[in-house]
């Protein structure tokens, strides 16, 4: 910060002598704050998450080449003792955040958390388990329509839906293709199932190779879900949970005692890698 140690080095006129040295502590801190002011404004600035940018902002990236959207997808769900409700939401968020960041021509939109998990009442499914919230396949289906509409309006030619959860995965399919149907040939949405299918079954044939068992990989909860968050965020992961295993009823499937951040970047990398590589083979909006 130059201009501050241009401050600090300034000499005190003879008639500011006698301000105490408060004076000189409380500019010295205003000009601080100003100076962090700047710097916060320029990193979101340069944020690959639209959320983050002002309107302008986001118009001036998309004029320079941005025109590739994700839209992640997540759900708020039970996953037993292990992991907090918004794991979906944190995991979807960050990954796609990255996976933006490698491709270098695209920004994300704000986190779906609103997905279809079973039936409210009677309950069916995650439905059974406090802090699950389930929404229509009809309200889902329109909130993703109007989202992809709404982003293609701002001249985005490129809406792509990553789905973090199993249960939805048809429904991305099914939005993208009413939209491309009905809308405008220059902005088109993809749903590629890379994205999922290296979390899920990718991820786990990579913990197989490594001598675990596909009971301890899991499907919900376990091995293979835990390591994940713990790689992408382990404030998601109750660390003190995990030296108990699963009990009947619990809502996991799996066992996630050995779970570890180094078990869960594999995982990432192969999540990441997937996907950017499914972007870029993506056929150009005319």
């Not at 939401?89 to 958390?113: D, F, K």
């Not at 509409?149 to 995965?169: A, E, F, N």
């Amino acid at each position: 910060m130059p201009a501050i140690t241009a401050f600090l080095r300034l000499p005190v006129p003879p008639s500011r002598r006698s301000f105490p040295s408060c004076f000189r502590a409380s500019a010295l801190m205003l000009a601080l704050a100003a100076a962090s002011a700047a710097t916060n404004a320029t990193a979101s600035a340069a944020s690959v998450y639209l959320e983050e940018l002002t309107s302008p902002e986001l118009r001036e990236r998309i004029a320079a080449g941005a025109t590739t959207v994700l839209v992640p997808v997540g759900g708020t769900e039970q996953s037993g003792p292990y992991i907090v409700l918004g794991k979906h939401n944190g995991r979807a968020h960050l990954l796609a955040g990255r996976i933006a960041e490698r491709l270098g021509n695209a920004v994300v939109a704000p986190t779906v958390s609103y997905v279809p998990e079973g039936s409210i009442r009677p309950p069916a499914a995650h439905m059974r388990y406090a802090g699950t919230i389930s929404i229509p396949d009809s309200a889902f289906d329109a909130m993703l329509d109007a989202t992809a509409r709404s982003l293609c309006q701002h001249g985005l030619r490129q809406v792509v839906l990553l789905g973090d959860h199993g249960g939805y995965q048809k429904n991305l399919e099914r939005v993208a293709q009413h939209v491309n149907k009905a809308g405008d040939a220059a902005c088109r949405v993809y749903a590629p199932t890379e994205y999922y299918q290296a979390a899920s079954d990718g991820f786990a044939a990579l913990l197989r190779k490594r001598g675990y068992s596909a009971a301890e990989i899991g499907a919900h909860a376990g091995l293979a879900d835990v390591s994940l968050s713990l790689a992408l965020d382990p404030a998601q992961v109750r660390s003190a949970a995990l030296a108990h295993g699963p009990t009947p009823g619990d809502g996991v499937a799996g066992d996630p005692r050995r779970a570890s951040a180094e078990l869960g970047q594999l995982g990432v990398q192969q999540i990441i890698e997937a996907t950017v590589g499914a972007i870029k083979r993506l056929p150009p909006a005319h």
